[in-house]
């Protein structure tokens, strides 16, 4: 037998649901980024790692709570290059906004790419580490940037 679909017209009130903000995986994160690591989560059913890790598996819908530390290096996934401010005026120093995955993920991390000298020259892939500053302080801008390796 196979299955009648149904299609239901009407609307979704979305004023009466309260979204839940996971503030636990980024609590977690920059706990790390104080003491100069990256944490993440590992899913004990399939293995998954996210950074930042969240409290429940998004593939298998359980509870998450083995915090692991994951490499500080990875490949260059996508980025784009700014060329010219909001306005559209040229700017002087171009600069690289980029997503990263972290050898050992399953998940993206989007910073700066630093370590460039032409920016033509940039590739999906490349190898990057992370940056931090000098002096951290618990704060998502304890992550300076990315670098090119």
Request: charge should be neutral; aromatic fraction near 8%; include cysteine.
């Amino acid at each position: 037998m196979t299955e009648e679909t149904r299609i239901i017209e009407s609307t979704w009130d979305l004023t009466a649901y309260q979204f839940k903000i996971e503030a636990d995986a980024l609590n977690l994160f920059v706990k790390g980024l104080k003491d100069k690591k990256i944490l993440g989560r590992k899913c004990r059913v399939c293995g998954t790692v996210y950074v930042p890790g969240p409290t429940y598996c998004r593939k298998c819908l359980v509870d998450i709570d083995q915090v692991v530390e994951v490499s500080q290096e990875g490949r260059l996934d996508a980025f784009t290059v700014s060329l010219a401010d909001v306005r559209g005026k040229p700017v002087e120093n171009p600069f690289i906004s980029c997503t990263v995955k972290l050898d050992g993920t399953d998940s993206f991390l989007m910073g700066v790419l630093e370590g460039w000298t032409d920016w033509r020259s940039v590739k999906e892939g490349m190898r990057v580490k992370v940056v931090f500053k000098d002096v951290t302080q618990g704060a998502l801008a304890d992550l300076s940037h990315f670098q090119l390796i």
